[in-house]
């Protein structure tokens, strides 16, 4: 089998840390909007733009910019070269579908990052909306149908992510092997509370978008942001999005011991 070079590996380690630093500022905006102090409910692409705003911010941006190709690298080599073993029956392919979308939709933030870093685009952090991909969508041929599928599996990822999270099926990813007691907790902690809030935002995604599919409306569809809306906005909903703002947190913190500790199958680990 041919190795993937030491260097990517190393730069896709840096790659899911770069990841868990978005996470862990649209979680930290999220939480500050839950406690009145400040903050914002936003997604990937919001969080990107808080960070020109932060002291060195321009610098920061054109790390996440850079960090996040590693992200991209990995998961392109994940679906092109299946190092994990997928395989190449109906649910290998769908998971490694899964990979290549990932990478696209990591590659237009990373490319807005750089964008915006490089004062390009003075107030977009790249990448359209929810109502935008929505609208587009429902221009093509069977464009309701689009949407519909575009929500199915958006929300049946999220499910996944949600039972990997309870049943700590992440796990069998890391080499814990090399995990002292305190960093395989940690590890157990973070991943599971982190992967449930993520789940449980994406299934609300996935839901918003059959939603859009039902009414003919785009613009119901939301993302991140709006999952956080309609969780503030239901019953103790502060409380709500306290909660899951904490989880993303940790989901953001999970992507770091995930770059420390993640199975790269090909070569030496």
Do not use: C
């Amino acid at each position: 089998m041919e190795e993937t070079k030491p260097w990517i590996r190393r730069f896709s380690r840096v790659g899911y840390m770069t990841k868990g630093i978005v996470f862990i500022i649209i979680g930290i905006l999220a939480l500050l909007a839950a406690f009145g102090t400040g903050g914002e409910t936003t997604g990937t692409t919001g969080a990107v733009e808080s960070v020109a705003t932060m002291p060195f911010g321009r610098l920061l941006l054109w790390i996440i910019g850079i960090g996040l190709f590693g992200y991209i690298a990995w998961n392109l080599i994940k679906a092109i070269k299946d190092p994990q073993g997928e395989g190449k029956d109906a649910k290998g392919i769908v998971k490694r579908i899964g990979y290549l979308v990932s990478a696209i939709i990591y590659g237009n933030l990373a490319i807005g990052a750089i964008l915006l870093a490089m004062r390009q685009k003075s107030s977009s952090g790249g990448g359209e909306s929810e109502q935008e991909i929505s609208a587009r969508l429902m221009e093509q041929p069977f464009g309701v149908w689009l949407v519909g599928l575009v929500g199915v599996i958006i929300m049946v990822y999220g499910l996944y992510e949600l039972q990997s999270g309870a049943r700590l099926k992440f796990m069998e990813q890391l080499k814990t092997q090399e995990m002292n007691a305190k960093e395989k907790s940690a590890a157990e902690k973070a991943g599971r509370v982190g992967l449930i809030a993520r789940g449980l935002v994406l299934a609300m995604i996935g839901f918003f978008f059959l939603r859009t599919a039902w009414t003919h409306n785009p613009d119901e569809s939301k993302g991140v942001g709006g999952a956080f809306d309609e969780l503030a906005s239901q019953p103790y909903g502060m409380f709500l999005l306290a909660i899951v703002a904490a989880g993303i947190i940790l989901y953001g913190i999970y992507q770091f011991i995930r770059g420390r500790y993640e199975r790269m199958n090909y070569g030496r680990q």
